[in-house]
């Protein structure tokens, strides 16, 4: 297998290919309209079923009819779009189908822009339609991350019959990268014994969301959970960097992730003991890694393309032991690594403390510096 220079969208709607995707719903909106526009060539070619739909309403009801043969099914879309699905993807989890969903996140509230941004984390991790369940959430830093993940995407929203979510912002979905693409998986011919499959033969199916009995919805919503931690048990993904002796730690995810890493780099060159972590499972989120650092590290800084979204999940995980600090840029501004570079120096230098928010003091000095 060679690398060849690829954009993030293509690469995944690509990669979906390879994987077995065999139906795409979808609407275009910046920045993730490459993809439906790769596959919207693509997936006529191989036989397989294309549809752009007339809204992202249409799209996602048009996945759940999908997903309920038990076919290979994905959508994608931006912010707004994906705003647009909750309804759809509530539905989707109430009834236990696999799904893929990508979203590439822009920048917000309302229709923002069409810059990166990374505003979509409580959206996704923590929100989702109306109802309790959870989303599986991977969270990629470069093209090959995203080709790789997805093909996981796939394999996990099967396993565990639910949707698996691609948050990538809008960076990893426009950026060229070599990339090294699988090769192609068989389409799976047997009919999973949960699926529809039509009327004329066999018994009788009926895939639904609706329960009205109150017991019986209590136990729908046991087994979802019942499932949830089975996830939490055996899907977490993280990378760590330098963290064998480090005194501080950055948790940064996808693009914030990336630029973090620079800037630990460099700080290792000027003799701070830092290092990294990155979460790859946004959900489930990796809480016990950063149990284990708590017990060693001096403090946290987290990164992000946000207002401090992460973080909460962060500071709930170190549950106030030691300090935990935060830098985040909004709106689709893409930090620099000489700012999270300038974080780091002084999470090293200058007194910390576990009391107050640390949003209040991110927010102090964001201001001062940009009025």
Same mark, same amino acid.
């Given at each position: 297998?060679?690398?060849?220079?690829?954009?993030?969208?293509? &690469? =995944?709607?690509?990669? *979906? !290919?390879?994987?077995? /995707?065999?139906?795409?719903?979808?609407?275009?909106? $910046?920045?993730?309209?490459?993809?439906?526009?790769?596959?919207s060539a693509r997936?006529?070619?191989?036989?397989?079923?294309?549809?752009?739909?007339?809204?992202?309403?249409?799209?996602?009801?048009?996945?759940?009819?999908?997903?309920?043969?038990?076919?290979?099914?994905?959508?994608?879309?931006?912010?707004?779009?994906?705003?647009?699905?909750?309804?759809?993807?509530?539905?989707?989890?109430?009834?236990?189908?696999?799904?893929?969903?990508?979203?590439?996140?822009?920048?917000?509230?309302?229709?923002?822009?069409?810059?990166?941004?990374?505003?979509?984390?409580?959206?996704?991790?923590?929100?989702?339609?109306?109802?309790?369940?959870?989303?599986?959430?991977?969270?990629?830093?470069?093209?090959?991350? &995203? =080709?790789?993940?997805? *093909? !996981?995407?796939?394999? /996990?929203?099967?396993?565990?019959?639910?949707?698996? $979510?691609?948050?990538?912002?809008?960076?990893?979905?426009?950026?060229?990268?070599?990339?090294?693409?699988?090769?192609?998986?068989?389409?799976?011919?047997?009919?999973?014994?949960?699926?529809?499959?039509?009327?004329?033969?066999?018994?009788?199916?009926?895939?639904?969301?609706?329960?009205?009995?109150?017991?019986?919805?209590?136990?729908?919503?046991?087994?979802?959970?019942?499932?949830?931690?089975?996830?939490?048990?055996?899907?977490?993904?993280?990378?760590?960097?330098?963290?064998?002796?480090?005194?501080?730690?950055?948790?940064?995810?996808?693009?914030?992730?990336r630029i973090a890493?620079?800037?630990?780099?460099?700080?290792?060159?000027?003799?701070?003991?830092?290092?990294?972590?990155?979460?790859?499972?946004?959900?489930?989120?990796?809480?016990?890694?950063?149990?284990?650092?708590?017990?060693?590290?001096?403090?946290?800084?987290?990164?992000?393309?946000?207002?401090?979204?992460?973080?909460?999940?962060?500071?709930?995980?170190?549950?106030?032991?030691?300090?935990v600090e935060f830098?985040?840029?909004?709106?689709?501004?893409?930090?620099?690594?000489?700012?999270?570079?300038?974080?780091?120096?002084?999470?090293?230098?200058?007194?910390?403390?576990?009391?107050?928010?640390?949003?209040?003091?991110?927010?102090?000095?964001?201001?001062?510096?940009?009025?």
């Amino acid at each position: 297998m060679t690398k060849e220079l690829i954009k993030g969208n293509t &690469a =995944v709607a690509e990669a *979906a !290919l390879r994987a077995g /995707l065999e139906a795409y719903f979808g609407y275009p909106i $910046t920045p993730q309209t490459e993809l439906l526009e790769h596959l919207s060539a693509r997936m006529p070619e191989l036989g397989r079923a294309f549809v752009q739909a007339e809204s992202e309403l249409g799209a996602i009801n048009m996945v759940y009819g999908a997903a309920c043969t038990g076919k290979r099914v994905m959508t994608s879309s931006s912010s707004p779009g994906v705003s647009l699905m909750m309804e759809g993807l509530s539905y989707i989890a109430g009834t236990e189908v696999p799904m893929v969903l990508v979203d590439v996140v822009r920048g917000g509230p309302g229709l923002g822009n069409i810059a990166p941004a990374q505003g979509d984390y409580n959206q996704i991790v923590h929100g989702g339609g109306h109802g309790d369940y959870r989303l599986i959430v991977l969270a990629p830093a470069s093209v090959q991350e &995203a =080709v790789d993940l997805t *093909a !996981l995407a796939f394999d /996990l929203a099967e396993k565990y019959r639910t949707i698996t $979510t691609i948050m990538m912002d809008g960076s990893i979905g426009q950026m060229m990268e070599p990339a090294e693409l699988p090769p192609f998986q068989p389409l799976k011919e047997e009919i999973p014994a949960w699926a529809v499959r039509g009327a004329k033969d066999g018994e009788k199916r009926v895939l639904t969301s609706i329960n009205l009995d109150p017991p019986t919805q209590e136990v729908m919503n046991l087994r979802l959970m019942t499932t949830w931690q089975k996830i939490e048990a055996n899907e977490v993904r993280w990378k760590g960097y330098h963290l064998d002796d480090a005194e501080y730690v950055v948790v940064g995810f996808g693009t914030a992730g990336r630029i973090a890493l620079s800037a630990v780099r460099a700080a290792r060159e000027q003799g701070i003991k830092v290092g990294l972590l990155r979460p790859i499972t946004l959900a489930p989120f990796p809480a016990e890694i950063l149990d284990e650092l708590t017990e060693k590290v001096k403090a946290f800084l987290v990164v992000e393309m946000n207002t401090g979204q992460m973080l909460e999940d962060v500071r709930l995980a170190v549950r106030g032991r030691k300090p935990v600090e935060f830098f985040g840029r909004m709106g689709g501004v893409v930090p620099f690594p000489d700012e999270v570079l300038t974080e780091i120096r002084r999470l090293a230098t200058e007194p910390q403390t576990t009391a107050g928010h640390p949003r209040d003091r991110w927010l102090a000095r964001l201001t001062e510096t940009i009025g």
